[in-house]
């Protein structure tokens, strides 16, 4: 029960484990894991962090350590597994979506190659910080309905809209909903940056512009760049 005394042990159990894991089997690895997750609680936050640091990129990390340590209750503990760990299946990352903080939801909104059943779960609490950092991960994949959300949300956040518009790479069927949704902040925007600029201009070019998405097939699966 001793937090100094779990933690020396925790930090040489683990150079251990990294020393002699391509060599252990699973049933080796199943014990190191049910003895982690017994030191893990109740130990300080740096144990914590340098156990998350050295099993994060690990492709034979013990699997249920690896997920005590993302649904830790400290984001910069669980971020490094969040974001690396390939032990982490769909569900581990789900279930992290749905149940701990808009931190850590935010940290995961930034692991690559993030599946769109993920990313609809991210975005069901509306929350900026998250919809930054996914409109920010070029791999992440975004369904029509999570494209939908991000599109609403740029109604009222400029932020967003700003975010969206510098992703140069979207699905073709979402970029339509999106221009029609950010397209009263675009032309807000724009008025005052070019305050010299007729009203009626910045909404026909705006309008030429919708027209021109609109004009792509929704069968389409091309991605559209920024031309």
């Known amino acids: 029960g001793e937090s100094p005394r779990r933690s020396a042990i925790l930090a040489a159990l683990t150079n251990q484990y990294l020393d002699l894991e391509p060599r252990l089997s699973d049933r080796h690895i199943e014990l190191y894991d049910n003895v982690f997750r017994l030191l893990v609680?109740?130990?300080?936050l740096q144990a914590r962090l340098a156990l998350a640091e050295k099993l994060a990129s690990m492709k034979r990390a013990p699997?249920?350590?690896?997920?005590?340590?993302?649904?830790?209750?400290?984001v910069v503990?669980?971020?490094p597994v969040l974001q690396r760990s390939p032990i982490l299946d769909e569900n581990d990352l789900l279930s992290v979506?749905?149940?701990?903080?808009?931190?850590?939801r935010a940290a995961l909104a930034l692991r690559p190659e993030l599946g769109a059943r993920v990313t609809d779960v991210?975005?069901?609490?509306?929350e900026q910080s998250v919809a930054l950092a996914l409109v920010a991960n070029g791999s992440a994949k975004l369904s029509r309905d999570g494209a939908s959300a991000l599109a609403d949300m740029a109604r009222s956040n400029m932020m967003v809209a700003q975010a969206?518009?510098?992703?140069?790479?979207?699905p073709a069927m979402a970029v339509s909903h999106i221009v029609e949704a950010a397209r009263a902040a675009v032309i807000n925007t724009l008025a005052q940056d070019n305050p010299a600029t007729a009203a009626g201009d910045l909404?026909?070019?705006?309008?030429?512009a919708?027209?021109?998405v609109g004009s792509v097939p929704s069968e389409a699966t091309a991605m559209l760049n920024d031309q």
Not at 97 to 104: L, M
Not at 203 to 208: C, G, N, P, S
Request: hydrophobic share 45%; proline share 0%; no cysteine.
């Open 164 to 170: 969206l518009a510098a992703r140069l790479r979207m």
């Open 122 to 126: 991210l975005l069901e609490a509306n």
């Open 77 to 79: 503990v669980a971020t």
């Open 210 to 212: 919708v027209e021109v």
């Open 63 to 74: 699997r249920e350590t690896v997920r005590v340590l993302a649904h830790d209750d400290h």
């Open 41 to 44: 609680t109740g130990i300080e």
């Open 97 to 104: 979506a749905r149940s701990r903080s808009e931190a850590h």
């Open 203 to 208: 909404l026909d070019a705006v309008e030429t």
